[in-house]
Each structure stands twice: as structure tokens, then as C-alpha cells.
Nanobody, 128 residues
């Protein structure tokens, strides 16, 4: 059974950094993408970063903001989201999600409705 588990959230001061992890288990294919999303209180879910496994095992990562970096360790089935220069408006629940993609696709999507499976989320709070 496919499962995603996030970790790494917590309380951080403005200007600080966090690295979130998403461990994927139970996956039976190698052409998929992982997206990171966040949902702040009273707001909708927002896509912030995603990574797709393309041809020859190369990962193709995309982020909406330069201070967010996504990476993927295929040997550990883990995707990381490095977040720098965090501000209070970054406070939200951060979730990773799984999207089946065509073989060798270099594209991943930021639309949450395209993703099939979700983790439980991890809380990130930015406050002094």
C-alpha cells in the first residue's frame, strides 16, 4: 500500500531554515512525481515545489520560489524540501503528494487536484 510520511516541521524564527522530508513506501513503479504543498489557516492548498523522475534516473525539480529547493534521494525513496529565509506568512501545514507520470516524463505539476495520494502533513510555524 502506497504511503507518504512527512517529517521535519516545527517552530522556527523568522529568517530561519527547515528541511522537510517525505518518505515514500509501497510504490511499485518508477515513473512518478512528488509535490510539496502547503495550507495556511483559512486558505486553500498551494503547490510550492515538485520533482519528477525523468529519463536515465535524472530528477527534474521545480520550485515557485528560489528560497525553496527540492531534492530527491532515489535510493532512500525520500524527497526533501529545503526552505530558507522563512517568514511568518510561511506558517502552514506542509504536505507531500504522489502523482503517477508518463515514463521518462520531466514534468511535474503544481495543481493539487492532480495528485492521487497524500501524506498526513507536518506543521511549520514561523514566529519569534
Amino acid at each position: 500500500q502506497l504511503q507518504l510520511v512527512e517529517s521535519g516541521g516545527g517552530l522556527v524564527q523568522p529568517g530561519g531554515s527547515l528541511r522537510l522530508s517525505c518518505v515514500i513506501s509501497g510504490v511499485t513503479l518508477d515513473h512518478y512525481a512528488i509535490g510539496w504543498f502547503r495550507q495556511a489557516p483559512g486558505k486553500g492548498r498551494e503547490g510550492i515545489s515538485c520533482v519528477s523522475l525523468g529519463d536515465q534516473g535524472t530528477n527534474y525539480g521545480y520550485s515557485k520560489e528560489a528560497r525553496f529547493t527540492i531534492s530527491r534521494d532515489n535510493t532512500k525513496n525520500t524527497v526533501y524540501l529545503q526552505m530558507n529565509s522563512l517568514q511568518p506568512e510561511s506558517t502552514a501545514v506542509y504536505s507531500c503528494a504522489f502523482d503517477v507520470r508518463p515514463p521518462m516524463s520531466r514534468i511535474c505539476r503544481f495543481t493539487h487536484g492532480e495528485y492521487d495520494h497524500w501524506g498526513q502533513g507536518t506543521q511549520v510555524t514561523v514566529s519569534s
